[in-house]
């Protein structure tokens, strides 16, 4: 029975580390500011699905089509962000 117990904890842990403990949020993208630099970010909201660079410039997505965070970075440091559907 102790094993059972342990298992059914054990899939609630992971199941909440997969899907219930985002850091793409509301909260985390109002902490997201002009300047932060790139490691700041990726401290807050994790790394990013998809990033293209090229001249110093840096555009990066978190997410998907219907939930994501953009975030574009000049010499590594943010100079605009957008959201949809946080």
Do not use: H
Request: proline letters at 1%; hydrophobic letters at 40%; charged letters at 20%.
């Amino acid at each position: 029975m102790k094993r059972l117990q342990k298992m059914i904890v054990t899939l609630f842990l992971l199941s909440a580390a997969l899907f219930g403990c985002s850091k793409l949020n509301q909260e985390n993208y109002n902490k997201i500011k002009v300047g932060m630099d790139y490691q700041e970010v990726i401290s807050i909201i994790g790394n990013p699905d998809t990033c293209d660079a090229g001249m110093g410039m840096k555009k990066c997505v978190w997410g998907d089509e219907s939930k994501n965070v953009t975030i574009q970075f000049v010499v590594e440091k943010v100079v605009f962000s957008s959201m949809k559907g946080l």
